[in-house]
Nanobody, 119 residues
Framework: QVQLVESGGGLVQSGGSLRLSCVAS????????MGWSRQAPGKGRESVAR???????NYADSVKGRFTISKDNANNTVYLQMNNLKPEDTAVYYC?????????????WGQGTQVTVSS
């Protein structure tokens, strides 16, 4: 079993910054990709950023130039540095990790951390 624990959420004013962290633990022998998604009230969950095994990252258009995803392979940790935050970034942020199995990558999710940006 794999567990993900996020931290770093909170309340910040528009234009401010936050850094989210997510530590994966448990039966992890390999990780193919790690990422962050978010879900705002009344909306579906959307992918914000992902980083693959090689370290290549991609971002949602809405956060490009403001958010940066990074990882620490040795500690199975993924980070999301969020700068110039806007009220529309308010959401519950979930980290996820793709663990390879014999047939496919299995995705695990954290419990989520609230980010609230005030105007």
């Amino acid at each position: 079993q794999v567990q993900l624990v996020e931290s770093g959420g909170g309340l910040v004013q528009s234009g401010g910054s936050l850094r989210l962290s997510c530590v994966a633990s448990g039966s992890i022998f390999s990780v193919n990709a790690m990422g962050w998604s978010r879900q705002a009230p009344g909306k579906g969950r959307e992918s914000v950023a992902r980083i693959n095994r090689a370290g290549s990252a991609n971002y949602a258009d809405s956060v490009k130039g403001r958010f940066t995803i990074s990882k620490d392979n040795a500690n199975n940790t993924v980070y999301l540095q969020m700068n110039n935050l806007k009220p529309e970034d308010t959401a519950v942020y979930y980290c996820n990790v793709d663990i390879p199995t014999d047939d496919y990558d299995r995705r695990y999710w954290g419990q989520g951390t609230q980010v609230t940006v005030s105007s």
